[in-house]
């Protein structure tokens, strides 16, 4: 079984940064996307960004020039950082582990992130 582990939430104020950090108990380029989702209270989970085992990074239209993801292969761990940070991020953060073909899909166990001033 594969373990995620999350950490770096917390409260920050507006225009704030904080970085979450995802390590995993697997080779981290065992996965083809890892990837961090955010549900806010009352909102679905949504997908903020995402890097494919080539290094292809996705993001957001709410967080793009904002956040950036990035990964340590020797750490495996992802990084998220975040940038100018606006109450509407606040929310649930969730790493997600994927490899389509093996079938595996993973989620830690999510870390919260409370922009306020």
């Known amino acids: 079984q594969v373990q995620l582990v999350e950490s770096g939430g917390g409260l920050v104020q507006p225009g704030g940064s904080l970085r979450l950090s995802c390590g995993t108990s697997r080779f981290i380029l065992s996965f083809t996307t890892m990837g961090w989702y955010r549900q806010a209270a009352g909102k679905q989970r949504e997908l903020v960004s995402s890097i494919t085992i080539s290094g292809n990074t996705n993001y957001a239209d709410s967080v793009k020039g904002r956040f950036t993801i990035s990964r340590d292969s020797a750490e495996n761990t992802v990084y998220l950082q975040m940038n100018n940070l606006k109450p509407e991020d606040t929310a649930i953060y969730y790493c997600?582990?994927?490899?389509?073909?093996?079938?595996?899909?993973?989620w830690g166990q999510g870390t919260q992130v409370t922009v306020s001033s």
């Open positions: 997600n582990a994927k490899n389509s073909a093996a079938n595996w899909d993973y």
